[in-house]
């Protein structure tokens, strides 16, 4: 298939799964009901810190409707720890780390203990019962405060506070500093946040005698997957993803620990067991964005030319050690943002507070590497005296340079950052709101015009680029599998070999499909949730990463194109014609208009795919010589720069991700002088998401994704006690902008193919997110201008514009 | 949270003093008790039904009478968990007679709230339903004593 041949492909379809949505026909795991199935709930940490003396069982044992009682000392007793991942690769001694706390508790919400009972009150009621005594100990909740020689260990095992140190380094970046003339500085921060999804966790396990079960709706099913493999010493598993209301990170890691302990119920009990976790829970135990905080420095010429980059980053990972650097790690994806810079060095240290643990949110560490490099710019812009955009023109990456590898070996196949540039300064009218600005008059208005990546397609031996000498690359490379069948009746369906999590994957690879078989969408569905067995799954096999448009995508047209191959020449055969005469439309195989009549001219001219489906699945005597049965194939996809044994090299080179979106944001804000509060007035988004499958879903994509960052800019996000108590655990609390507070999303679309996927398309997820916290910075400094302020922090909360202002003063 | 405060009885201060570390008597003058179990002279145990915004149980608070120096301190120490949630609360109590012979009772209360509860507090709703409740205790105890202002 070809882009000319596209009916579907670029063509905003109805969505295949809205109706089941909006209709309440949605399959999620608590509409999931089973035989003999108990409920469980789980008794978490009210402490921030805090040794476990006891935990008694006991009495919740003997409640009503109690099946049973899962303490810490039976996890130990009965599980293996989880193995430390790549998002701990900077883990320096083992850690055990358990389903539930054992021996301390480390931050609030932290599971303790599980209850399962007939109902969900009795199961919730027995948690009451269970005995725990606690003695609490000093809560650390600042970086500050955990990295002072003195501090409270939260890890004994680590000797200190600060887990993790270390750096990378691209190009000579002291030569670069020598020759500036001259260095500007910020001390830059980005606060927590989550994505909080529609869902939060949810897992139902049924322990038959030949296998476990795991209904989940996690992101990565082999996470979860290898967790109870390993954690209960069982290799019959199986997981199943259902309909899943949301991901956006939040349900890749921290879910394992649910998993393993609701499996743990279930075989303790020998029934069935869902575990479905309430908001207040997701809000302080399911896993944050990280806490960053970043000291920089850019060596500039007085042109403007940036010649390198200095970054000392603090991450407060929270009070585990099992993601410890996945936000330094995830840096490397957009390590250059879109300039041509050629000389940078970034210094991480990832210290643990008694805060949740962090987990991959929304872009993870993208969005602070993004807020780095266009608070910069701004910066070194307001140092020369330039215009911010002049001075981002000088150090874009051309389009002559495409394609384009970055210091740190990232691949960029193309884009056209200039041309994304000009586009949202004309439509947002950059020139008309400068000259109004410049006519003065009182109102507090402010433009903002930022770039940034868009990085897709995973690659899980990243992590390991701060250990360049490794020689286990857990993850590494990208391939990803589905499978199309055309059935007896002659409709489609097909497995992909990710799960999704409420991003039109079905409506999305349909129109693939429908393109490249010539059947109309709507006679082409999904075979339903992902499934370990039957899923065609591999090491990419994740909702995450954005990695859906590059594997699935690939995966699924490739095995669309193999079962085409078997209908032409299945239908050449019964046709009599030769197979290069053949076209496929509308689920009818037929002659193309321009074929030269042959022998069988007298015979049928078409075939359509239900006479094709009955003769592959129940006639065999009519099937070619050799002619494999059936009408279906899987294709497993990898991209070009998906080297498996590819490593980083001795000096952190590595290929993080695989295709690069891109897009400017420019943000119009009103500040209140009186309170402080922002009020977007205009927000614009031109956008390279290469080629779009499907507009309309891409435009749903960067809506949500657009405001989510417009909304952890201005407020949403968590805040903590000097205990360590969490005080935001509802939505109203954590300031979660409602459709009042989020503007209308311009968007327009600048597509540059991409040369190296299967349809030039790039990844079109988290996007909007990255540089839209940035866009907003940028346009409340330039507001608050008259007060010579300097945003340098974020959330821009009305108190901490209102400081800006008089502080300023 | 620290709170304190004094308060007036018209009774001797023996009289005061017996009443304040007897379990079975102070605990009768709780706020929203369900139940009570004394285990001994200085250690019960009360389970009070608890309300903050939406989030509605009973609190089981096991408490302690430590310090005593009869008859002009004593400190009450206690730790209460329930709403996924922990209570950890010092009380002290320090009697002088007054001029006319009445009983003038300093008190002072440091409560850490822990988990979920906790999450009210900047909103300055646990501070005043702490309030409430002290001032409901004081006047139970007044009413036992046939206190006087």
Redesign the interface.
Known sequence: MTRSDSRYVGASVRSKEAPRHVTGRGRFVDDLVLPRMLHAFVL?????HARIVSANAGRAAHATGVYGVITPDDVVRLTTPFKPGRYAAGLRVPVPEYATAVGKVRY?GEPVAMVAASSRPEAEDA??LID?E?E?LPAIVTTEAAAAPDATLIYDELGTNVAWQGHVSFGDVDAAFARADRVVSANLGIHRYSSTPLEPFACLVDPTPERLTLYCNCQNPEVVYEAITEALGIDGVRVAVPDVGGGFGQKIHLIRKYAVLTALMAVQTGRPVKWIEDR?EHMMAAGHSCDQEFDVEAAVRNDGEVLGLRIADTDDVGGSVSTLTIHFTNKLNNLFNTYRVQNLRLEGRSVLTNKCPVVPNRGIGKPGMCFIWERMMDAVAQELGLDPIAVRRRNLVTQDQFPYTTPNGNIIGSGDYQGLLDRALKNIGYEDIRAQQKTGNDRLIGIGVVIGLEPGGRNAARDMAIFPKSKQMPGAGGVEGATVKIEKNGSVVFTLGAPSCGQSHETTAAQIVADVLGIPPDRISASGGWDSSLSPWGVSCANSGNNFHLYDIGAVHGAAMRVREKVLTLAAHLLKVDRSALDLRDGIVGRVPSAAPNSSADGPATITFAELGKIAYANQALLPEGFEGGLEATYYHSHPHADPGMLPDETGRVRAQYTFGSAAHAALVEVDPGTGRVKVLRYVIVSDNGTMINPSVVDGQIYGSAAHGISVALGEGF?Y?D?G??????LL?YGKSTTLETPRIEIEHHPVPDPYTTLGQKAAGEGAAIPSPAAIASAVENALSPFGARVRRLPLTPERVWNLMHVSR | MHLEGHFTVNASIDTVYAFLTDPARVSRHMPDVRDVIIQDADRFTVTARVGVSHIK??V?MKLEIRDRRPPVSTTVVGRG??L???V?MVTSFNLEVGQGGETLVHWRGDV?????L??F??QGLLDRIARKNIDTFIDGIRSGLSART
């Open positions: 978490r940490s009210p402490y921030a609030v948690l009451e725990v606690y609490p207040s805040v006690g205990d108590q969490l005080l935001t655990l509802t609390d | 149980g009973d089981v968990a329930g996924a949630s922990v950890d850490t709230i822990s988990g979920k906790a999450a507090g900047p």
